[in-house]
């Protein structure tokens, strides 16, 4: 008995769809591509855009009578007022401030990070990332004034210096010129701990991550060479950690820099490069002025962020 064979229909090897698909497949380039097209438009227009209108602005200058910018004619005018030594002094104070709190926030944060990566394990080491992260599920302004309400003078960091017999350790520390105030919610130095405490997760998981990346036979076999514990850490765990620091001093740096609310609630009197863009901007109404000085924070990033790819700082982000 004959059998026929019925031929298999074939899909259509010519629709649109198979041909784009193939073209995506054997161009992986071309795929590429197109998924990074819409975000990098988005940067491009949104955020370079913005970049150079505020270039833009920064060569513009107030008329003097009616108080609106002169969009008629350049000048350089609000980039000779930035030399003034009233505004060197923001900016220095504020990279200064920026600086400790990279500092500070290293060396709390490198004992918590080690210990994350290295010991703690199971529920334990879940638990250690939830008390990080916990403070960043609650509102920046909320954490900003429960601290205001911990440093005032009825407060109660002063109740636990005074039940401790340490009330003139905090007014020697406010009595001191630079860093001291009426009170530490009205003070430098009360800035500088909320900066520290805002910003501290940032410096945590960074280098935890860092950490956690180093092998344990590099550390097994530095102990099997006859190397001390102190000589292990600074010969060969901190500088494999160094890139960990650095991603995240980019965080508590930038972050620092750029931040005009935190020095505005619990500062003193003196200004930062933040509440000067702010003031100049929205109460003085000099938009050339607050674009101009609105390049100093980008232009001392940038040199940072150098500096910190010099470090190896993406390799840890």
């Known amino acids: 008995m004959n059998t026929m064979t019925l031929p298999v229909p074939m899909a259509s090897a010519g629709g649109p769809l198979r041909r784009l698909s193939d073209l995506l497949y054997t161009r992986r380039g071309l795929a590429l591509g197109l998924l990074l097209v819409p975000p990098l438009l988005w940067f491009g227009v949104v955020y370079l855009g913005s970049l150079f209108a505020l270039l833009a602005n920064s060569f513009f200058g107030l008329d003097e009578f009616s108080g609106v910018v002169d969009r008629t004619q350049l000048t350089l005018v609000n980039f000779r007022d930035m030399l003034q030594p009233a505004n060197v002094d923001v900016v220095l104070r504020t990279v200064a401030m920026a600086l400790a709190v990279t500092v ?27 008390a990080v992260m916990l403070p960043l599920w609650s509102s920046y302004l909320v954490r900003l004034y429960a601290w205001k309400l911990l440093l005032a003078k009825e407060g109660a960091i002063s109740w636990v210096l005074a039940e401790l017999h340490l009330s003139w350790l905090l007014e020697a520390l406010l009595a001191t010129p630079g860093i001291g105030g009426n009170s ?72 620092t820099l750029g931040d005009y609310i935190i020095p505005q609630v619990i500062g003193d009197s003196t200004l930062f490069i933040g509440q ?8 003085a109404g000099n938009i050339p002025f607050a674009a101009a000085f609105s390049l100093v924070p980008i232009v001392v990033i940038g040199v940072y962020l150098w500096i910190a790819k010099k470090l190896g700082a993406f390799d840890a982000l």
């Open 104 to 130: 500070a926030c290293t060396a709390i944060a490198f004992p918590i990070a080690y210990y994350m990566a290295r010991y703690a394990r199971g529920s334990q080491k879940a638990l250690l990332y939830i």
């Open 184 to 255: 530490l919610s009205f003070s430098r130095l009360g800035t500088f701990i909320v900066f520290v405490y805002m910003w501290l997760p940032f410096m945590i998981l960074p280098i935890q991550a860092a950490i956690e990346r180093i092998p344990g036979s590099l550390l097994e076999a530095s102990g099997d060479l006859g190397a001390k514990g102190s000589t292990t850490f600074w010969k060969v765990i901190f500088p494999l950690a160094m890139p960990g620091i650095a991603a995240g001093s980019i965080f508590t740096f930038s972050l």
């Open 276 to 283: 000067v863009v702010y003031r100049q901007q929205g109460v």
